[in-house]
Every structure is written in structure tokens, then in C-alpha cells.
């Protein structure tokens, strides 16, 4: 049987409340707070300061660098199509979601908020709803779901990911 710590409850709760809240607003108003994002980024953060000052470091430069990574596709998307296909709020979530996770675990983050989008976006077509290259559809729920499984997997997983 597996045991869960408080502080690993404590942490989930305080996860999956940001998340949800961040995908109801998303799902709505298609817009991310900036407030929301912040609280999501400074609890992740939070969470590392037992584990010591290298440890929240490390959160806080990989928060920085995937900002940066991300805020360079979306602009780089916005030069070649003219349109943004991804927004602000996204970027600063997708930063705030690296303060949660370990490093190497980004692109499963990645793949599971994108192969959900792509999902929902193919159920929407087969449902005959009109999809082309102007739908939108918020991408904070997506994000949210990929956090919470990654941020899962790492908790429970036997592997160590480290960070």
C-alpha cells in the first residue's frame, strides 16, 4: 500500500484547486489571470523550500527558461502565421507549471496538455462542429490536466526523475 504524507495531500489539494480554478476561468472567459498564474508558480516554489535553497533554485531558473522557451515559439508562431496561437496567459501558466514539476518531465507535460487539445479539437470535427485554423480553444484546461498527471506521475512513480 502506498503512503501519502500530509505534505504530499496538502500539495495535491493545493494543486488541483489553481488548476481547476485556472481551467473554469480559461474554459469561460478564455483568459488566464495573472493572479492565478502567480499563486500557481509561488506554491510550486513554496513546496521545494524544504528540499533547500538549490532546490528552489533550480524551480525558479527552470521556471524562467521555459517562459523563455515558450514566449519564443509563440512569437515565432505569431512571425510565420500572423495569428497568435497561443496566449500570454499560456506562456505564464506553462512557466508557473515548471515550478511543480522536474525538469525532465516538461515534455510530459507537453505532450499530454497537447495531445488532449488535439483530442477534443477531433471529437469536436467528428461531431460535425466547424474546426479550421480560426477556432479557439482555451489551453489553460489542457495544461492543467497535463500538470496534474505529470506533477502525479512524479509523486507516485518508482522512478527517480529528480530534479
Not at 488548476?19 to 499563486?39: E, F, K, S, T
Not at 506562456?91 to 505532450?111: G, Q
Amino acid at each position: 500500500m502506498m503512503w501519502v504524507s500530509h505534505a504530499m495531500l496538502v500539495q495535491g489539494l493545493t494543486l488541483g484547486v489553481l488548476l481547476g480554478l485556472i481551467a473554469a476561468v480559461d474554459a469561460r472567459h478564455m483568459i488566464i489571470p495573472d493572479v492565478l498564474n502567480l499563486a500557481l508558480a509561488a506554491t510550486g516554489i513554496a513546496f521545494h523550500i524544504p528540499s533547500g535553497i538549490g532546490a528552489v533554485v533550480t524551480q525558479g531558473a527552470f521556471a524562467i527558461l521555459v517562459f523563455v522557451l515558450i514566449y519564443g515559439i509563440r512569437s515565432a508562431h505569431i512571425q510565420i502565421t500572423g495569428r497568435v496561437g497561443l496566449g500570454l496567459g499560456d506562456v505564464k501558466m506553462m512557466a508557473a507549471a515548471a515550478c511543480w514539476i522536474a525538469p525532465l518531465l516538461l515534455p510530459v507535460l507537453l505532450f499530454v496538455a497537447s495531445a488532449g487539445a488535439l483530442a477534443v479539437v477531433g471529437c469536436l470535427a467528428l461531431a460535425g462542429f466547424s474546426t479550421d485554423r480560426n477556432t479557439r480553444v482555451p489551453f489553460g484546461p489542457f495544461i492543467a490536466f497535463g500538470l496534474a498527471c505529470t506533477w502525479a506521475f512524479e509523486q507516485f512513480s518508482l522512478m527517480d526523475v529528480g530534479s
